[in-house]
């Protein structure tokens, strides 16, 4: 009996990211670098619940379960993406934000 455990393979959701909307996107993006709804917010400059709305979005469309799978889906994108811009978590820290 086998006990190796197998790590999820997220190809199928990679290849739904291009559905998502910019807004989404950025969400989507600074969800998978760790970053709180208020940190998002900030970040985007709209209301913590826009951005529980695009994270809701962005769950629906990559057809994910909870936020922590959208966040590995981001996270891996990230790291495939030779053309993502670099965000630096310290830049979008808000004194608002309980990060």
Known sequence: ??????????????????LLSDREKQAFLLLGAGHSNCAIASRMEV??????????????????ESRLQAGLVAHSYWLMDAHQPRMDKGSIHNAWCPD
């Open 1 to 18: 009996m086998s006990t190796e455990l197998e790590l999820p393979n997220w190809s199928d959701e990679l290849t739904r990211v291009p």
């Open 47 to 64: 209301t913590e619940r826009t951005v529980k709305a695009h994270v809701a979005q962005v769950m629906a469309k990559l057809g994910v």
